[in-house]
């Protein structure tokens, strides 16, 4: 995969375990587009799985710049 055709990533997913919730981000490079981001990101955090006691909750994914991904990872 050639460096110039990834795209970056920003996640924010929300987790729920009982009655605590907590929020959580997730940075990443990939060729796909956004589409292909969201589903990596679902399949990652098992966003609409079947577990009664974790529920995880896709908050946003947007595509950031490169040197907005590496801000973001060296700073979050």
Known sequence: MNS???KY???QILIRIGEY???TTYYFRTSGG???AEREVKELYDVG???DERVAEL???CEVSPE???VLRKYT
Do not use: R
């Open 9 to 11: 990533y920003f996640a």
């Open 4 to 6: 110039k055709d990834l």
């Open 49 to 51: 799985g079947d577990d």
């Open 59 to 61: 908050v946003s994914v």
């Open 34 to 36: 956004i589409e292909s």
């Open 68 to 70: 907005e991904y590496e």
């Open 21 to 23: 919730e907590t929020y």
